[in-house]
């Protein structure tokens, strides 16, 4: 059991981590493109971080 302040910062940080995870596959499924100066990111890269961002974030929920 997560004491009371860390018990804030879990629920935070799960927030933030779910919500990247939606945008990141968001931006996988919808396709659209993201470039860091001249290189490409690939889509496949977005799948990867929904999917360990996701793995935060349900640890964090599971936490609390």
Known sequence: ??????R????VSATIF????LL???RAFAGL??????LQVP????WVAALV???LA????RTR
Not at 8 to 11: F, P
Not at 18 to 21: G, K, T
Not at 43 to 46: F, G, I, P, Q, Y
């Open 1 to 6: 059991m997560a004491t009371a302040p860390s």
């Open 43 to 46: 889509t496949a890269a977005s």
């Open 8 to 11: 804030g910062y879990i629920t």
């Open 58 to 61: 349900v640890w964090g929920w």
């Open 33 to 38: 493109p993201v470039a860091i100066g001249q």
């Open 18 to 21: 779910s919500v990247i995870a």
């Open 53 to 55: 961002l996701g793995a």
């Open 24 to 26: 990141q596959a968001y």
